[in-house]
């Protein structure tokens, strides 16, 4: 069992920045592929970041490359999400996720859901004009 606890989320202006934070502990394992996904009501739950076990390569939406920076830091089981020039759009739950087991993931499902067993409870972001 692997608990994954995020933080750093808050309220911000379009155009400003936050950095997210997930802490695994327990049973928790860095030699996995880790993931951020974001979900609003109404809408399923979106990957938006993902990064392999030692942190390259990382994948990311079209729409949110160049914006969205996913890292991580194996010796503090930590995983991270630079957010910039954010927008109203961007405004949702936002979940750190990690996969079970050390097996790469293929490319195209990196930023599914069901590539991922262990999920944090979630930290809001929201985003006014």
């Known amino acids: 069992q692997v608990q994954l606890v995020e933080s750093g989320g808050g309220s911000v202006q379009a155009g400003g920045s936050l950095r997210l934070s997930c802490v695994a502990s327990?049973?928790?394992?860095?030699?996995?592929?880790m993931a951020w996904f974001r979900q609003t009501p109404g809408k399923e739950r979106e990957g938006v970041a993902a990064i392999s076990t030692r942190g390259d390569p990382t994948w990311y939406p079209s729409s949110l490359k160049g914006r969205f920076t996913i890292s991580r830091d194996n010796t503090k089981n930590s995983l991270y999400l630079q957010m910039n020039d954010l927008k109203p759009e961007d405004t949702a739950m936002y979940y750190c996720?990690?996969?079970?087991?050390?097996?790469?993931?293929?490319?195209?499902?990196?930023?599914?859901?069901?590539?991922?067993?262990?999920w944090g409870q979630g930290t809001q972001v929201t985003v006014s004009s």
């Open positions: 327990g049973d928790a394992s860095t030699n996995n592929y």
């Open positions: 996720a990690a996969a079970r087991g050390a097996a790469s993931i293929p490319v195209l499902q990196v930023l599914s859901v069901r590539s991922y067993g262990d």
